[in-house]
Each structure stands twice: as structure tokens, then as C-alpha cells.
């Protein structure tokens, strides 16, 4: 299975957890070819979605604004690249994703929202049962994030931290909010497949 494969299979999977942490099951998931969003979604009550779909990783903000060779340095201290994937994000590394996302030219399907969904602490990634949990400041985000998706064309931002379960949501009326807070125990969401899984590691 070629890479562009694979990263289309995680996008839908990243929005299949979404809308079941949400409590929807959508009529249709499905693959959007550049210059579209991601993924087109349908839903039961009549609407079109066109989503955006990208990863959060720990230490974005960092890397983005440090030297090539203070990041290195960074990494080898830190264990390595694939430490990146142990550590939690912060608001800092959500808000560099972000700004990669808003001035993208998306063409848009005639009758289709545009919504973005950002996914943080993703099993693919390597994200363990010890993986820290991110606990979002919604002050800090809405501080940080808000003016810029504001002038987005973004009708809904989605924040999933996919091992813990957190959800957040921004549009422009309610600004960052929190759907479901992180839950302690860390394997609350997987599914009896991703379980197994898990178990089988």
C-alpha cells in the first residue's frame, strides 16, 4: 500500500472517531481529491461536510521557529525523533498547525461546510498507554487561535486528542469550548478492535 494510501485511510479513521466521540454515525466517509479538502462526509440531518484533517505533534512550535541545529540538538537530548510521538502537544504546537491550515486555497463542493480537524495523540503515530495526556487551557487557545480562524473560512474546528478522549470545538459564536474532557483512564476510547490491538503489542 503506497504512502498517499495509507495517510487517506488515517484521515478517514481520524474522522470516524471524531463523529463517534460526537455520538453520529455518518451516512458516507469518503476521500477528496486536491485541491478539496480531505474528506467529504454526509450526515443523516441533510448536510455536506468537507473536512481538513491534520495531525498535531509535540513540539511543532519548537521546531518551527529554532534553528535546524537547536532542533537536533533538541531531539537528541529529548531521545530522538520518534520521542515526538510519546509527548504530549501543547496549545503552542495546536496553534503552528493551525496557522499551516488557514490560508490554504481549498476548493470547496458546491453545498459543503468546511470544517477543520485537528488530531492530537494518534494511535498510528505511536502513541502509547504512557503517553501523557494533553489538558487543553481554552483561554490559551482562544488566545492564540481564535483571530486567526475567525478570519478563516472554517465554519467548525475540531480538537480530538484521540488518547484520552478529550474533544474541543471553536466556530465563531462560541469560540474554543470543551465537548468532553480528557478521561483519566487513557484506553476509554479504543474500540474492542484497536484493544486488541493494543494488547497484542
Known sequence: MDQQTLQENREREWVRRLFEQKGIAPIDVRSL???APD???ALSDGRFLAIEVTEVLAGEHARRNA???EVQQAQQAAGGIGSMFTLPASALD????IEAKVGKDYHVPNGHQLHLLLAAGTFEHG????TPLLYIS??????????????????????HL??????????RHDRWHEIHPPMAHQDAYLSPQLLGQEAGK
Do not use: D, F
Request: proline letters at 4%; one cysteine or more.
Open 162 to 171: 484521540q488518547r484520552g478522549c478529550g474533544l474541543y470545538e471553536w466556530n
Open 67 to 69: 534553528r535546524k541545529k
Open 33 to 35: 481529491k486536491c485541491p
Open 94 to 97: 495546536v496553534a503552528c498547525r
Open 127 to 130: 502513541a502509547m498507554a504512557s
Open 138 to 159: 481554552i483561554p490559551e487557545l482562544n488566545q492564540l487561535t481564535h483571530s486567526m480562524l475567525a478570519h478563516s473560512r472554517y465554519q467548525h474546528v475540531y480538537l
Open 39 to 41: 474528506v467529504g462526509v
